[in-house]
């Protein structure tokens, strides 16, 4: 986040929102509290729901602490919502076998070479 700083976004919470574009006040309100957790989860941080209260209080200027109950169980299902859509990143496929291929050195007439008739 640029100056103004806003309430509730330390400096980790402010390099995160940073990285996935939302620099300004005016960015996050654009965005709102779900999609801009949910675009810091995508981009592979792990906040947790704190970040997502803290940004509904920055963006009502309140303490995340005063972010009414109700409210706060909104912003919860509706995050809880949006990053089930999100792929799990322990959950990728092992990688394939792995092949090695040994070439011969040039020179020693181990490995096959082109003819030099030029086809």
């Given at each position: 986040?640029?100056?103004?700083?806003?309430?509730?976004?330390?400096?980790?919470?402010?390099?995160?929102?940073?990285?996935?574009?939302?620099?300004?006040?005016?960015?996050?309100?654009?965005?709102?509290?779900?999609?801009?957790f949910v675009?810091?989860?995508?981009a592979g941080?792990?906040?947790?729901?704190?970040?997502?209260?803290?940004?509904e209080g920055?963006?009502?200027?309140?303490?995340?602490?005063?972010?009414?109950?109700?409210?706060?169980?909104?912003?919860?299902?509706?995050?809880?919502?949006?990053?089930?859509?999100?792929?799990?990143?322990?959950?990728?496929?092992?990688?394939?076998?792995?092949?090695?291929?040994?070439?011969?050195?040039?020179?020693?007439?181990?490995?096959?070479?082109?003819?030099?008739?030029?086809?």
């Open positions: 986040m640029t100056t103004p700083r806003l309430r509730n976004i330390g400096p980790r919470s402010a390099a995160w929102l940073r990285q996935v574009g939302l620099r300004t006040r005016e960015d996050l309100a654009a965005a709102g509290a779900v999609e801009a675009r810091v989860r995508r941080f792990r906040p947790s729901l704190n970040l997502l209260y803290s940004i920055a963006l009502l200027d309140c303490h995340w602490q005063d972010v009414p109950e109700a409210r706060r169980l909104q912003l919860t299902e509706a995050a809880e919502a949006a990053t089930a859509q999100l792929p799990d990143p322990r959950a990728r496929t092992a990688a394939g076998p792995v092949t090695t291929t040994v070439h011969a050195a040039a020179g020693t007439g181990d490995a096959a070479t082109p003819d030099d008739s030029g086809r």
